[in-house]
């Protein structure tokens, strides 16, 4: 099995910063997208960030130019530097990851993290 684990959050001042990190772990062949999302209290869960394997990346248009989504495949890793932090972005973030088990398929099972608290207040 396939195991995500995100870190990285925390409580942080308005106009502040934090750098989350998830790690996947277990039966990896490769990693294709990989990506952040968020669900705040009587919220739906929504996308923030994706990245694919060759590198492109997609934003919500709620945190382009504040959040960098990166990721490093030899660590199987992916993360999301927060910067010029609102209060509208507490939220639990979840990491996602479409995981190819085997060389011998092209099938990717999609597996999400436990989710990671972030509040922004003063």
């Known amino acids: 099995q396939v195991q995500l684990v995100e870190s990285g959050g925390g409580l942080v001042q308005p106009g502040g910063s934090l750098r989350l990190s998830c790690a996947a772990s277990?039966?990896?062949?490769?990693?294709?997208?990989m990506g952040w999302y968020r669900q705040a209290p009587g919220k739906e869960r929504e996308l923030v960030a994706t990245?694919?394997?060759?590198?492109?990346?997609a934003y919500a248009e709620s945190v382009k130019g504040r959040f960098t989504i990166s990721r490093d495949d030899a660590k199987n890793a992916v993360y999301l530097q927060m910067n010029s932090l609102k209060p509208e972005d507490t939220a639990v973030y979840y990491c996602n990851a479409e995981v190819r088990l085997s060389a011998l398929s092209n099938m990717a099972n999609t597996y999400w993290g436990q989710g990671t608290q972030v509040t922004v207040s003063s």
């Open positions: 990245i694919t394997r060759g590198g492109t990346t």
């Open positions: 277990g039966r990896i062949f490769s990693i294709n997208t």
